[in-house]
């Protein structure tokens, strides 16, 4: 059984940084991917940024691209969203998710289905 489970999240000041951690269990993410999402209340989640496994790639969605940074530590089967310059407007519940299989070649992609979910962490950035 896969299992995802966040933290990290928490309050910061407009232009401050997070970390986001996604430890995963039960989850091979060699031939797998994790994205990122997040839901801002009243609005559709988001789909943010992606990596995969089997080579690396990754995806930003332009509202967070030079902002945000996605990694993965192998060995820990953990995985991280580096969040820089903060805006308010990133304030939502942010959300890990694993597919698997994913299939090698297709570059990462947020829209890609993702059956495996975290629990979710708030981020609030005050103004």
């Known amino acids: 059984e896969v299992q995802l489970v966040e933290s990290g999240g928490g309050l910061v000041q407009a232009g401050g940084s997070l970390r986001l951690s996604c430890t995963a269990s039960?989850?091979?993410?060699?031939?797998?991917?994790i994205g990122w999402f997040r839901q801002a209340p009243g609005k559709e989640r988001e789909g943010i940024s992606c990596i995969t496994g089997s080579d690396g790639s990754t995806l930003y969605v332009g509202s967070v691209k030079g902002r945000f940074t996605i990694s993965s530590d192998n060995a820990k089967n953990t995985f991280y969203l580096q969040m820089d310059s903060l805006k308010p407007e990133d304030t939502a519940v942010y959300y890990c998710?694993?597919?698997?299989?994913?299939?090698?070649?297709?570059?990462?992609?947020?829209?890609?289905?993702?059956?495996?979910w975290g629990q979710g962490t708030q981020v609030t950035v005050s103004s």
């Open positions: 039960g989850f091979t993410f060699d031939d797998g991917a």
């Open positions: 998710a694993a597919s698997h299989p994913y299939p090698r070649g297709y570059g990462c992609s947020t829209i890609y289905e993702y059956e495996y």
